[in-house]
């Protein structure tokens, strides 16, 4: 079943480390985390996809301003698995996968601090850190 956990007035600033620990739930089709200034306004959304119409498993990042998506980057090579064991760690917009590698998605807007942290989907946390 599909979980949210949504965080208003947090204070991530440039450098900050955000982990987020959990497990992908095993009939996962997709969860997202996304960091910004509220729903509307998103400095990086982050969306990992199971079953996409284009390319199956793949891990699409994107801005939001104003409710309006900018353009998707997307990564075909998706190493979350279902029902796996996960940790994200968001250091100004670098996400580690588990298996080690890095994605990079830019700063689009600038912004210095996010004050908004959604986790939602199929995805179960089970820690949240900043440092």
């Known amino acids: 079943y599909l979980q949210e956990l949504e965080i208003r007035n947090v204070q991530l600033c440039a450098g900050d480390k955000l982990k987020v620990a959990g497990f992908v739930l095993e009939d ?3 969860f997202q985390i996304d960091l ?3 729903a509307d306004d998103l400095a990086l959304h982050f969306n990992p996809r199971f079953n996409d119409d284009a390319d199956e498993m793949v891990i699409v990042c994107n801005s ?8 998707e980057q997307r990564e075909p090579s998706n190493s979350f698995r279902r029902g796996f064991k996960m940790k994200i ?5 670098q996400v580690e996968l588990p298996n080690g ?3 990079q998605f830019p700063n689009r807007r600038g ?3 996010l004050t ?3 986790v939602k989907g199929h995805f ?3 820690s949240f850190k900043i440092c």
């Open 89 to 93: 760690t968001g250091e100004g917009f």
């Open 36 to 38: 910004g200034c509220n």
């Open 64 to 71: 939001k301003c104003d409710g309006c998506w900018d353009d």
């Open 28 to 30: 996962a089709e997709r």
């Open 111 to 113: 912004q210095d601090t």
């Open 101 to 103: 590698q890095n994605i």
């Open 116 to 118: 908004y942290v959604r």
């Open 124 to 126: 179960r946390v089970t």
